[in-house]
């Protein structure tokens, strides 16, 4: 069964809301750029408020080592995402220090097997998202196709435009290791604000 990821929550209220459905990851950015961002002191309630039972997931952007560390510890993070140009050593830095790390590719017009899978030992996921300035929540897609010829060596995300109608399309994805999708912009009222109906929808339609 595809699994789901709601990124970009970053408001208590909402995120319990949204809690209550059954989705598998809660994502809380911390890269102060996006529209999405927890903020420099979150509000400690927006992770309590997300039950053990739903990986929480914190996604980062070439930021330092020992603050991501510092970040995963403070808030009971389960999960570290790598959205920006982080290293294999890096990744593997974050792996031997027992955190469950996602690495993110950006897909402009196609997916470079191997180059993915050379990361295969330093992540425990594969993230693919769409090429675009702003890292991400964009709403744009890139062409899912590509999937039909792709063997990955580790389970995948994924991101990059997924919206409301999408649950077919995403059901029809023939690849063995696609494991979960992570949605976003298009389930919004407004930035890191989710949509309860519109996720919940989505998800009993994708999870039958």
């Not at 459905?21 to 400690?44: C, H, M, Q, T, W």
């Not at 991400?136 to 994924?158: I, M």
Request: hydrophobic residues 35%.
């Amino acid at each position: 069964m595809i699994k789901v990821k709601v990124c970009g929550l970053n408001n208590p209220e909402n995120a319990r809301k949204i809690a209550v459905l059954d989705i598998d990851y809660a994502g809380f950015i911390f890269y102060p750029a996006s529209e999405r961002y927890v903020g420099n002191k979150p509000d400690p309630d927006l992770f309590s408020s997300v039950p053990r039972r739903i990986k929480k997931t914190g996604v980062f952007v070439d930021e330092a080592k020992e603050k991501v560390m510092k970040i995963s510890g403070m808030y009971s993070l389960d999960v570290v995402q790598l959205h920006g140009n982080e290293s294999i050593e890096y990744c593997r830095e974050m792996k031997n220090n027992g955190l469950t790390v996602i690495k993110v590719f950006h897909i402009k017009n196609e997916i470079d097997q191997d180059s993915v899978n050379s990361w295969s030992d330093v992540c425990d996921y594969f993230l693919f998202d769409t090429a675009t300035d702003s890292l991400g929540g964009s709403g744009k897609k890139f062409n899912w196709d590509f999937f039909k010829e792709q063997k990955f060596k580790r389970p995948f995300f994924l991101g990059g435009g997924i919206g409301p109608e999408d649950f077919n399309d995403l059901k029809k994805i023939q690849n063995e290791m696609f494991y979960a999708a992570d949605i976003n912009s298009r389930f919004e009222i407004s930035p890191g604000i989710k949509d309860y109906e519109k996720i919940k929808s989505f998800v009993e339609y994708l999870k039958k």
